[in-house]
């Protein structure tokens, strides 16, 4: 049974900053590309950040320049740098890697404005 557990969040001022981290057992970590998504009440679950298993990475333009995607592949997990926190990215967050491993429980993000 693959094992996917994301932690780190908190609440936390407008501004302010956290860093998510997402570890899983599964096999295969390391020639996975891995995201960050988050799911707002009432809203769509929306990709947030994607890492390759080469390294490059790409951004929702909502957290472009604020928000940095990690992974050590070595620990098997990926982070989520996120500075400059907004209202707006209030939400439960969510790694995702392969089908066969799902999702895991999310960690909760709130800002207060």
């Known amino acids: 049974q693959v094992q996917v557990v994301e932690s780190g969040g908190d609440l936390v001022q407008a501004g302010g900053s956290l860093r998510l981290s997402c570890v899983v057992s599964g096999s295969n970590f390391g020639i996975t590309d891995l995201s960050w998504y988050r799911q707002a009440p009432g809203k769509p679950r929306e990709s947030v950040a994607t890492?390759?298993?080469?390294?490059?990475?790409s951004y929702a333009d909502s957290v472009k320049g604020r928000f940095t995607i990690s992974r050590d592949n070595v620990k098997k997990t990926v982070y989520l740098q996120m500075n400059s926190l907004k209202s707006e990215d209030t939400a439960v967050y969510y790694c995702?890697?392969?089908?066969?491993w799902g999702w895991g429980q999310g960690t909760q993000v709130t800002v207060s404005s």
């Open positions: 890492i390759t298993s080469g390294g490059s990475r």
């Open positions: 995702w890697g392969r089908s066969s």
